[in-house]
């Protein structure tokens, strides 16, 4: 199994749509949770951290379930510039070492 | 403008000739980290370092070496380059404290 499982995708949404994202992750000492956005060919970049009280920033809703072992995002009010790849990122054994899932592919079409 | 370098940012080359790929930051992070990624494997970490003189293997560090002689600087060496590095490679850094992960814009490189 692996340590940082997604859905592919992709998830095809029209513009003004919310879309979720699911990611699991197998180890139950991970201890830090975050989103990142990688858009194509183009470096990972954080879009944010995931908290275990769950987190908005405008747009973008996080949460964390440590008993099921998951993280999802929300996205709401989809904008064509939300196309890219979305990666979930666990801190499995210290914060010296980042996995990181494959990622979920969104496109947003008008 | 605080960034992460790294050059090449592409590069085609030849089964057995070595190789070196820059990364350079100038955040003043103690951490540092090379990762490759490859269709339906994601990003792997290759090897990292924690600071000046200290490294440590990733995933996958087989046929790669590192170095940190100095804080700013983390070159990535292929000894002998061969067709099942070709990747997309990514240097990173972290401040020790930090949350975020900066990496920088890529290399691709492929092995003939």
């Known amino acids: 199994r692996k340590e940082v499982e997604q859905d592919p995708g992709p998830f095809n949404v029209p513009e003004g749509a919310t879309v979720a994202f699911n990611c699991t992750y197998s180890n139950s000492a991970s201890q830090s949770f975050f989103w990142y956005r990688q858009d194509c060919r183009k470096e990972p970049k954080l879009l944010m951290s995931v908290y275990s009280s769950g987190n908005e920033d405008g747009r973008f809703t996080a949460q964390l379930n440590r008993a099921s072992q998951y993280i999802s995002l929300l996205i709401r009010d989809s904008k064509l510039s939300d196309s890219a790849t979305y990666l979930c990122?666990?801190?499995?054994?210290?914060?010296?070492?980042?996995?990181f899932g494959t990622g979920t592919r969104l496109l947003v079409s008008p | 403008e605080a960034q992460v370098t790294q050059n090449p940012r592409y590069l085609i080359t030849v089964t057995g000739k070595k190789l070196t790929v820059t990364c350079s930051q100038n955040?003043?992070?103690?951490?540092m980290s090379w990762y490759r990624q490859d269709p339906g494997l994601g990003l792997r970490q290759i090897y990292y370092?924690?600071?000046?003189?200290?490294?440590d293997k990733g995933d996958v560090p087989e046929g790669y070496k590192v170095s940190r002689k100095e804080k700013r600087n983390f070159p990535l060496i292929l000894e002998s380059p061969s067709p099942n590095q070709t990747s997309l490679y990514f240097c990173?850094?972290?401040?020790?404290?930090?949350?975020?992960?900066?990496f920088g814009p890529g290399t691709r490189l492929t092995v003939l």
């Open positions: 955040m003043n992070h103690e951490y």
């Open positions: 990173a850094s972290r401040a020790q404290t930090g949350d975020e992960q900066f």
């Open positions: 990122v666990v801190n499995v054994r210290g914060f010296q070492k980042l996995v």
């Open positions: 370092s924690m600071n000046v003189e200290v490294t």
